[in-house]
T-cell receptor, first 112, second 113 residues
Framework: DQQVKQNSPSLSVQEGRISILNCDYT??????FLWYKKYPAEGPTFLIS?????DKNEDGRFTVFLNKSAKHLSLHIVPSQPGDSAVYFC???????????FGTGTRLKVLA | NAGVMQNPRHLVRRRGQEARLRCSPM?????VYWYRQLPEEGLKFMVY????????ESGMPKERFSAEFPKEGPSILRIQQVVRGDSAAYFC???????????FGDGTRLSIL
């Protein structure tokens, strides 16, 4: 049972435009969410996180939105740059456990 | 390099052999996590350790797999009598406290012949 779902395997965006990556989850116990970026042959790099007590968190070009009622979160990248081309994973966890449940990833391609 | 260090980066084993994967956490981190990624899939949690203690091994297969994080030295993920299905990328992560974001190493790619 896939508790964290990223339904778009890939996304292409023009440089300078907004990239929106989506993630859905099924377990209402999740209270901490993260986004990671991964380049080929490298490990995931932490980008941004959000606790369930918030609905938005911003860090530079990256903003994560959380909609608890819809069990949905999204990552916005503005403006998108060619160096943002990578696979993006969302992950979730809940208090008392420190294991992350990862989605299957979305491959973002930013076109110059 | 103060990041999470994993070695080897690539490991080739024949069926039935043992694989030992090593992970040195970031400086100052005492929490270590192992994840496995199969092709075209997300990372799957395996085990969470602190120094000399296994905290959560709910993602570890019951047989052939073991993990340790001794008082001195790196964390080790050991796979005995490897089979073709063990071929995957194995990632280690570390954190300072259990509730801080985990930082990942570049992984060990295990291939079973």
């Amino acid at each position: 049972d896939q508790q964290v779902k990223q339904n778009s395997p890939s996304l292409s965006v023009q440089e300078g435009r907004i990239s929106i990556l989506n993630c859905d989850y099924t377990n209402s116990m999740f209270d901490y969410f993260l986004w990671y970026k991964k380049y080929p042959a490298e490990g995931p790099t932490f980008l941004i996180s959000i606790s369930s007590i918030k609905d938005k968190n911003e860090d530079g070009r990256f903003t994560v939105f959380l909609n608890k009622s819809a069990k949905h979160l999204s990552l916005h990248i503005v403006p998108s740059q060619p160096g943002d081309s990578a696979v993006y994973f969302c992950a979730a966890s809940y208090s008392g456990t420190y294991k992350y449940i990862f989605g299957t990833g979305t491959r973002l391609k930013v076109l110059a | 390099n103060a990041g999470v260090m994993q070695n080897p980066r690539h490991l080739v084993r024949r069926r039935g052999q043992e694989a030992r994967l090593r992970c040195s956490p970031m400086k100052g981190h005492s929490h270590v996590y192992w994840y496995r990624q199969l092709p075209e899939e997300g990372l799957k949690f395996m085990v969470y350790l602190q120094k000399e203690n296994i905290i959560d091994e709910s993602g570890m297969p019951k047989e052939r797999f073991s993990a340790e994080f001794p008082k001195e030295g790196p964390s080790i993920l050991r796979i005995q009598q490897v089979v073709r299905g063990d071929s995957a990328a194995y990632f280690c992560a570390s954190s300072g406290q259990g509730d801080q974001p985990q930082h990942f190493g570049d992984g060990t790619r295990l291939s079973i012949l």
